[in-house]
């Protein structure tokens, strides 16, 4: 079972369901927004900017390698889920309920 609404395990790994802001000044976790977590991102919607600099500070935040964050769903829209490979939901809840 999961620790929180904002996490699903899959067979590879888990899936983080989030709520982006982006065009923010600065990149950071905020809190929950119903079962998602909220990120302000440092990048413009535009280009796939958004996206790549979601995916490298999720990398940073969950002590991942880069390639073993991906977006899962989502790539147009502010409700994204990005899959994180070879971790577990305990080890990823520890590490984002510091923020």
């Not at 899959?10 to 929950?32: C, F, M, N, S």
Request: overall charge positive.
């Amino acid at each position: 079972m999961s620790p929180a609404p904002w996490l699903s395990e899959t067979e590879e790994g888990i899936v983080i369901a989030l709520h982006v802001q982006p065009g923010a000044k600065r990149t950071e976790l905020i809190g929950t927004h119903g079962d998602a977590l909220k990120i302000k991102l440092a990048a413009p919607p535009v280009d796939g900017k958004a996206n790549a600099e979601l995916l490298r500070f999720m990398a940073r935040k969950c002590g991942a390698r880069a390639s073993d964050v991906t977006l899962a769903y989502g790539e147009t829209s502010r409700d994204k889920g990005v899959n994180i490979v070879g971790q577990t939901a305990t080890a990823i809840f520890e590490k984002l309920i510091s923020w």
